[in-house]
Nanobody
Framework: QVQLVESGGGLVQAGGSLRLSCAPS????????MGWFRQPPGKEREFVAV????????RYADSVKGRFTISRANTKNTVYLQMNSLNTEETAVYYC???????????????????WGQGTQVTVSS
């Protein structure tokens, strides 16, 4: 079964940084659009960032622009989310997802994504 596995979550103080990683368990995602989403406690899952298969196109939620960076290393079969200047409102479970249809332009719509990881918890303390 296709799986995406996130790692790198944890507890960080407000203003701190974390880098999340995502890798598929048994397949190569180098030709797929990859996205990061998050779900704060009691809220709906929301878009964070997306990167095209070639890394030429990235897109961010307005709330994270200038602080978060999405990147990928296709040779390592891994996508990353560097998160800087975190605030307490960004406490959430963070998910990576794959859009196998490679929607153009890369989509912020959850419904476009076919495969999802199990999520990694990020907790930002004050």
């Amino acid at each position: 079964q296709v799986q995406l596995v996130e790692s790198g979550g944890g507890l960080v103080q407000a203003g701190g940084s974390l880098r999340l990683s995502c890798a598929p368990s048994a397949w190569t995602f180098s030709s797929y659009t990859m996205g990061w989403f998050r779900q704060p406690p009691g809220k709906e899952r929301e878009f964070v960032a997306v990167i095209s298969w070639s890394s030429t196109i990235t897109r961010y939620a307005d709330s994270v622009k200038g602080r978060f960076t999405i990147s990928r290393a296709n040779t390592k079969n891994t996508v990353y989310l560097q998160m800087n200047s975190l605030n307490t409102e960004e406490t959430a479970v963070y998910y990576c997802a794959a859009d196998t249809a490679k929607t153009v332009p890369p989509s912020a719509d959850l419904s476009e994504y076919d495969y999802w990881g199990q999520g990694t918890q990020v907790t930002v303390s004050s």
